[in-house]
């Protein structure tokens, strides 16, 4: 961080911690801050105008939350609470305008973030023509990429809604690609264990 943000920013950066279930804030209030995520798992999601939840996405270090905020008008476009224990660097929005939008290095910092939002956004939206096995399956591949072999999962609630899946077909598709051997899975730890296999449904199903 000491090369992306200014140095007024990093001396400002406050240290908090959220428990497990806590809010960090809710869809339409204001942004008055801008969280860097330390420590711990995030969940993004959005209450549909029916009742309906949305999951946008789970962050894990080193996510932004609130870049999106910063750049547009400052409302809160979704819900953030913390999936477990979870340590944040909060930055207050004064300082960030006062101080980061006129730093070329932290401007950059948060463009390459955003890059990265949208491109899983892209990825979710392209999926939707997919099955459920082929969704998860794709979903894990990606994960795997930045967080190796052994992955903890998600409520199969929330995992659920992000990959735009009824409980029912994400149970279905995990007990699929479990006797495929493809993945093995134990209470929420699930491990790869042939990613060429995975690779296959999502390829065959497109």
Request: proline letters at 2%; glycine letters at 4%; aromatic letters at 10%.
């Amino acid at each position: 961080m000491e090369k992306d943000l200014p140095r007024e920013l990093l001396d400002a950066l406050e240290l908090r911690q959220y428990h497990k279930g806590e809010y960090f804030f809710f869809q339409r209030e204001n942004l008055k801050q801008l969280y860097f995520l330390v420590e711990g798992k995030l969940q993004v999601d959005y209450l549909q105008p029916n009742g309906r939840q949305a999951v946008y996405s789970f962050e894990t270090p080193f996510s932004i939350i609130g870049d999106m905020e910063f750049i547009g008008d400052r409302v809160v476009t979704g819900n953030v609470r913390a999936l477990e224990d979870s340590v944040v660097l909060a930055a207050d929005l004064k300082l960030v305008n006062k101080y980061g939008l006129n730093s070329v290095p932290f401007l950059q910092f948060i463009i390459r973030y955003l890059t990265k939002k949208l491109y899983f956004a892209s990825m979710l939206l392209a999926q939707y023509a997919l099955s459920a096995e082929s969704r998860l399956a794709h979903y894990l591949l990606e994960r795997s990429n930045s967080e190796g072999q052994t992955i903890r999962l998600e409520r199969r609630d929330s995992l659920a809604a992000m990959l735009g899946v009824s409980v029912r077909h994400l149970n279905r598709s995990l007990k699929n690609l479990a006797e495929q051997n493809a993945i093995r899975l134990h209470n929420r730890t699930l491990v790869i264990v042939d990613p060429q296999i995975l690779l296959d449904v999502v390829v065959k199903r497109t």
